[in-house]
Every structure is written in structure tokens, then in C-alpha cells.
């Protein structure tokens, strides 16, 4: 520890005796200094022990001495050392009193002690206490350092929070504690998930402190990564605030566990790279293959029903959508905040990514990401917690667009086809049923589309679609411009017709006519188009094309 008023007066060889303050010898003295001047306050810097001889000062004045040393006081000055035998043969009396009414500590150095022999004293003590600090720094950084090659990042932790007697915990890219020591600090770190997302939003490095009366410690939160955005936070707790040595060892496990992510990451783009060759195998309809590639890596995906998940990213309505401060949307069903596309700098896919890998990693779940050019595509077990993250990532970006209050203004928008459950024999039907519900999705302007949404609807939805309505304006054009002379409603009778599949006398009752003109329409119906009614095709793009028609 720093030197401090006791340590000095302990010294031997000084000799020095308190005169005044007894009862606050234990602060630490920052450095010792010599000044003459009548008003050496705007020379400090607060933690000093001046030495004087009063040469310059009305020492016996009592009103002159309380102005002094009130001064010094406010000044942060912790001591005052006053050289006996040279301009006073003892300490007057107004200065000692002056002190004690302050609470200042006051030292009588005798004439035989030089100031410089203080200051040398000082600084040693100042010396050793920081070579202490480095070495137990050194010898900290040695600790976290086999701590992290044996045990990983919790190991790293554990003793992390050995070394600054408190806790310590680590936060994946999602904000999600990824592991926290001791054990008991996992609860605490959890609090904490605001303060890492506000954290998250700054380029790295970044770091803040947590504490104050709402807190019972004091919590340094740090960005671990080397790019524009960090992959991982670190959070240490203490009861008071680091010393050295201690800070030592928080920047060497900074160090550590920017490595171990960048390593990581290093893993991902190869695990990547073997994902893209197991996907295109499985699309190629060689599923052996590709758990022969896999082995264990996606091994386990491989032998359980999956989906197969395709993500586009499109451009968005950013002129169009109000902006607020909200950097991050809530997944409606768990409550977990998930990044929005201004946090990933308007890359939604790479949202996509974090949050699906984050849980997949939280649950132990094996799951695929490739990603090819403005799409992604999602390898994930049926009913894990993979596949949840991507729905509800999807949809809350989709009901934040469509709240005002809760949109942030994005560059781009995502769009996300999900199909059935399949396995590694059906991989290339269960892509295109992916592309086919995101092919939907962007034509219904929707965050999110399940294939088997689809086969359980009803196909007339499909029939809003732009180039259906015109298809289906210039098919019924000529029938239309026919009965806006008024010479007759071959419109209302060619939907009775159909809609009673062809039954003369029904659709004749339901129209109020006799058959007999139901049957002259129906003909003036096949000279107006120039087709047979006869053939069912025909009679299928018709209906379709009045269904399409009426569906404003």
C-alpha cells in the first residue's frame, strides 16, 4: 500500500513527532513538498505533505494561521511538516492550534532531519508500493493466463475474481451471461443487462461504471473485440474502487478474452466454411456426404428433424419511419432484447445471426449459418431454441416498423421463409419451401412467413398480388366494356355460371333469368374472349380472375 502519515512518523530515521491530528495519520501521502510561499495552494494537487520553515509566514498570528491552514485544507493537503530550529525553536503556538481546529495532521521535524530525507522516505515508499503492484500484477497475469489455456473463460473468471476480491462476469454479443464466478454472481451480473446493451451501442474499446446507493458494489463494465463492434462485454464487481494490482489483472483479462473471441471467431469463419459444403451437399441430395463432413461439428442436426431457414435483406422505408432513441427491439414471447439492424449498422442479417448463434450456444443446440450474399440461410433444429430466436427476432423487427413509437429508421428490412420440418433426404424440398414463404413474405410485406402457414391457408390471398389483379383486368376488359353499354351483365352471369359449376338452371334462378338467356350470354361470352368454355383451364383462370377482382 501507498505510504502514509503513520508509516512516516513509524520511520526511524526521521524522528518525526505529531503535534496535531492524531486521529487521521492512516491517509495516504501522495507526494512530500517543499514551499516557502505564503499561499502555496494553487501549486497543489491534493494528497500532499507540505514541509515549511515558516520563513514567509505570521506564524504567531492566530487569524493569519486559521486563513492558512484552511486553505491547505481545502487544497486536499493531508499533512503539514514544520522544520523546528530554524526560524522558530518550536512550533507556534497559533499554528498548532490552528491545525488541531481544522483537523489537519501537523509533524514537528527536527532540525537534524532534512526535508530532503522526507521526500526520499516518500518517495521509496511510493517506489515499492508500485513495484509491489506490478509484480503482483505480473504474477496475476501469469494466473489468468493458465487459467484460460486449462479452463477455458470460466476458469479465467474464477480467478479473476480471486484476484480483486469480488466477482467477475462475461457477456456474449447478445448480452446474454455466458458465465459468471462465483456462482452466486450470475443473479448479479443478470441486473446488469441494460447497462451491457448501452455498452454495446459504443464502438470498442468502451467501458463505464456502474454503482452508487442503488447498488450494493461497484461494477466496471468492458467491451471485449477489436472491430467497430464488440463481440463480448466484461463485467467486474468490487466493493471499492481497483488498485493497481488489481487493475492490472482486469486489463490482462481484457487482453485474454479478446483473444479467446477473436479466436473464436477465427473458428466461425472455419466452422463456416464447412457449413456452406454441408448445406451444398444436402441440396445436392447427397446427405452422406455430408455428414460424412460434418462428423461432429453438425452431426447432431443432422439426426433429428430441422428447418431450413432462408433470410433476405431488402431495402427499407427509412425516409418513412419516425426515429427514436430505441437501439433494440423486445422478442415479444421471451422478453429478451434482441439487436435491432441500426445496432449491426443497418446489417439485419448480421442481428440475425448474433441472436440465433447466441441462443444456440446458451442451449448447446448445433445449428448451421451460411451466408450467401444478401441472404442467410438457417440450419436449425425443429422446436429448439434456434429456430425461436430467428421467429421472434423476424417478428419483433416487423412490429417495431409497424409501431411508431417503437421503430428505429433502417436502412434495410428483413425477410424471413420458414419451412417444414425435414430431414437430410429432403433438404432441397425444404429450401425451396423456405424460398417459397419468403417469396410470400416480401410479397405481403411481412417480417416473417412459415410454409405451412400456406398449405393451411387459403390460395385466394395470393390473388392481391399486382401482376394477378392485371392479369386478371385484361382477361375480364372486353366483358366489362361490353356490359358498360348495357348490353346486358355477362360479368354477373359468367360468376353465377362458374360459381355453380356449369348447372344451367341453377345459376339461371340465382341470376333471376330464364336458361335459355343464360345460355345466349354464356355464348356471347366465348365470342367476346375468343375461348371455349368447355375447357376447364379456361374456366379456372376466369374464376380465379373474378376472385381477383373483387378482393379490394
Known amino acids: 500500500m501507498p505510504p502514509t502519515l503513520a508509516s512516516l512518523v513509524h520511520h526511524s530515521a526521521l524522528k518525526l513527532t505529531v503535534r496535531a ?11 512530500a513538498h517543499v514551499s516557502e510561499l505564503a499561499d502555496p495552494v494553487p501549486y497543489m494537487e491534493g494528497g500532499e505533505l507540505l514541509l515549511i520553515t515558516a520563513l514567509k509566514l505570521d506564524a504567531e498570528d492566530p487569524e493569519a494561521m486559521r486563513r492558512y491552514v484552511r486553505r491547505l485544507v481545502g487544497a486536499g493537503v493531508v499533512g503539514l511538516g514544520f522544520a523546528v530550529g530554524v526560524n522558530y525553536e518550536d512550533i507556534p503556538k497559533a499554528l498548532v492550534d490552528a491545525c488541531a481546529q481544522e483537523g489537519l495532521p501537523l509533524l514537528e521535524v527536527p532540525r537534524r532531519t532534512p526535508f530532503l530525507a522526507i521526500s526520499k522516505a516518500v518517495s521509496a515508499a511510493i517506489a515499492a508500493d508500485q513495484y509491489r503492484a506490478v509484480t503482483a500484477g505480473f504474477a496475476a497475469q501469469r494466473e489468468l493466463t493458465r487459467q484460460a489455456l486449462n479452463a477455458g473463460p470460466e476458469g479465467l473468471l474464477t480467478a479473476l475474481a480471486v484476484q480483486v476480491d469480488g466477482w467477475a462476469a462475461l457477456y456474449d454479443a447478445s448480452g446474454a451471461v455466458v458465465a459468471a464466478a462465483p456462482e452466486w454472481a450470475g443473479r448479479r451480473a443478470a441486473r446488469l443487462t441494460a447497462e451491457v446493451e448501452r ?3 459504443r ?3 468502451a467501458s463505464s461504471v456502474v454503482g ?24 467486474v464487481g468490487t466493493a471499492a474502487a481497483l488498485g493497481t494490482a488489481e487493475r492490472y489483472a482486469v486489463h490482462s483479462a481484457i487482453a485474454l478474452l479478446t483473444l479467446v473471441t477473436e479466436r473464436s471467431r477465427s ?8 457449413g456452406t ?16 463432413v460434418a462428423g461432429d461439428l453438425y452431426g447432431e442436426l443432422l439426426d433429428a428433424p430441422f428447418r431450413m431457414i432462408v433470410a433476405e435483406s431488402l431495402p427499407g422505408p427509412a425516409a418513412r419511419t419516425p426515429v427514436t432513441t430505441a437501439k433494440s427491439v423486445t422478442a415479444a414471447k421471451s422478453g429478451v432484447a434482441v439487436p435491432a439492424a441500426a445496432d449491426m449498422g443497418g446489417d439485419p442479417l448480421g442481428g440475425l445471426t448474433e441472436t440465433v448463434e447466441s441462443a444456440a450456444a446458451r442451449s448447446g443446440e448445433a445449428v448451421l449459418v451460411v451466408p450467401e450474399g444478401e441472404r442467410l440461410v438457417v440450419l436449425a433444429a425443429d422446436g429448439g431454441p434456434a429456430v425461436a430466436a430467428c421467429v421472434e427476432y423476424a417478428m419483433a423487427l416487423e412490429a417495431a416498423r409497424a409501431v411508431p413509437e417503437q421503430a428505429v429508421a433502417e436502412e434495410y428490412e428483413l425477410v424471413v421463409g420458414l419451412s417444414a420440418p425435414t430431414g437430410p433426404i429432403a433438404a432441397a424440398a425444404a429450401y425451396k419451401q423456405a424460398e417459397q414463404a419468403l417469396s410470400v413474405a416480401r410479397r405481403r410485406g411481412r417480417g416473417f412467413v412459415e410454409h405451412e402457414q400456406l398449405a393451411a391457408g387459403s390460395v385466394l390471398p395470393l390473388l392481391a398480388d399486382d401482376a394477378v389483379k392485371a392479369f386478371a383486368d385484361g382477361l375480364l376488359r372486353a366483358l366489362h366494356e361490353h356490359d358498360a353499354t348495357g348490353r346486358g351483365d ?3 352471369s359468367l360468376r353465377a355460371w362458374l360459381s355453380r359449376h356449369g348447372q344451367w338452371d341453377a345459376a339461371a334462378a340465382d341470376l333471376g333469368v330464364h336458361r335459355h338467356t343464360l345460355r345466349y350470354r354464356m ?3 366465348e365470342e367476346i374472349l375468343g375461348r371455349s368454355l368447355d375447357d376447364p383451364d379456361v374456366r379456372m383462370e376466369l374464376w380465379l380472375a373474378l376472385k381477383a377482382t373483387t378482393t379490394d
Open 199 to 201: 455498452l454495446r451501442e
Open 21 to 31: 491530528g492524531e486521529d487521521r495519520l492512516d491517509v495516504p501521502v501522495r507526494w
Open 267 to 274: 473458428l466461425q469463419a472455419a466452422e463456416q466454411r464447412i
Open 277 to 292: 459444403a454441408v448445406l451444398r451437399m444436402l441440396l445436392a441430395g447427397e446427405p452422406d456426404h455430408a455428414r460424412a
Open 212 to 235: 452508487g446507493p442503488e447498488h450494493e458494489d461497484r461494477v466496471e463494465l468492458h467491451s471485449l473485440g477489436t472491430g467497430r463492434r464488440p463481440r463480448a462485454a466484461l463485467a
Open 490 to 492: 355477362l360479368v354477373a
Open 203 to 205: 464502438s470498442a474499446p
Open 523 to 525: 355464348r356471347r361470352v
